[in-house]
C-alpha cells in the first residue's frame, strides 16, 4: 500500500498506525469490519448511561473517551436541585469482572440568566 497525505488521529498508537499503514486493502475492509464488530459491543455512554437514584438525566454528551452528565434532583429544592455537572468514565475491572461507571463531580451547572 502507498502511503498516503491523511494524517492519523493523535490518539492512535504509533503501532497501531504503523501497522494499518502497511495493511493491504483486503486486509483494511478485515480491520474495518473487526472494528465496526468492537464497536458495536461497546456502545457508546451515552446509550448506557441511566440516572441514578433521586436524579433525573437533564443532557448527556459524549466525548472522546468520557462523557459529561447534567442531573437535577426533582425531589430536593433551591441549592440542592441542581442541575449538577459530572464526567462519566466506563472503568473495567482489572481481575476481568464487569466493571462500572465512575461519577465525578465537576459542579453546578448555571444557566446565563443567573449571572454567575
Known sequence: MTSSD?????????????????????????????AQQLLREHPPLTDAIESRRGEELVRV??????TIVVVERPD???QARGPFAYRVNWEPEIDGGNGKYRWH???KVY???EGN
Open 61 to 66: 454528551e459524549d466525548h472522546d473517551g468520557y
Open 6 to 34: 491523511t494524517n492519523p488521529p493523535e490518539n492512535v498508537p504509533e503501532r497501531v498506525i504503523a501497522g494499518l499503514e502497511d495493511s493491504s486493502d483486503g486486509q483494511l475492509r478485515d480491520i474495518i469490519h473487526y
Open 111 to 113: 444557566d446565563d440568566s
Open 76 to 78: 430536593e429544592t433551591g
Open 105 to 107: 463531580y465537576l459542579g
